[in-house]
């Protein structure tokens, strides 16, 4: 049983830099896509970032491809977000599995249960 642990959140002035980690407990992340979305109080789950399992495709929402890098290293997916802004705030999950598509909805295999990301003013 496959277990995504996010780690990395934390509070951050405007502007600063946060860098989140997903790993995978029981299992690897390796041979699987993987995608960071992110829920807001009061929104739905968005799309961040993804990345194929050989780190040759990476996708970005609009409001990431600047800011945001996602890449893969040591069997776990980082997101270095540079830049923050406080419309950044949400608890940032990360999801797994053979089918990209899916793993961008967030309805992929695997699931975690994410970390929060705050930016303050």
């Known amino acids: 049983q496959v277990t995504l642990v996010e780690s990395g959140g934390g509070l951050v002035q405007t502007g600063g830099s946060l860098r989140l980690s997903c790993a995978a407990s029981?299992?690897?992340?390796?041979?699987?896509?993987v995608a960071w979305l992110r829920q807001a109080p009061g929104k739905n789950r968005e799309f961040v970032a993804s990345?194929?399992?050989?780190?040759?495709t990476k996708s970005y929402a609009d409001t990431a491809k600047v800011r945001f890098t996602i890449g893969r290293e040591l069997g776990a997916v980082f997101l270095q977000m540079n830049d923050l802004k406080s419309e950044d705030t949400a608890v940032y999950h990360c999801?797994?599995?053979?089918?990209?598509?899916?793993?961008?909805?967030?309805?992929?295999?695997?699931w975690g249960q994410g970390t929060q990301v705050t930016v303050s003013s």
């Open positions: 999801s797994a599995g053979r089918y990209l598509a899916q793993v961008q909805r967030g309805t992929g295999d695997h």
């Open positions: 029981g299992g690897s992340l390796s041979g699987l896509n």
């Open positions: 990345i194929t399992p050989s780190g040759s």
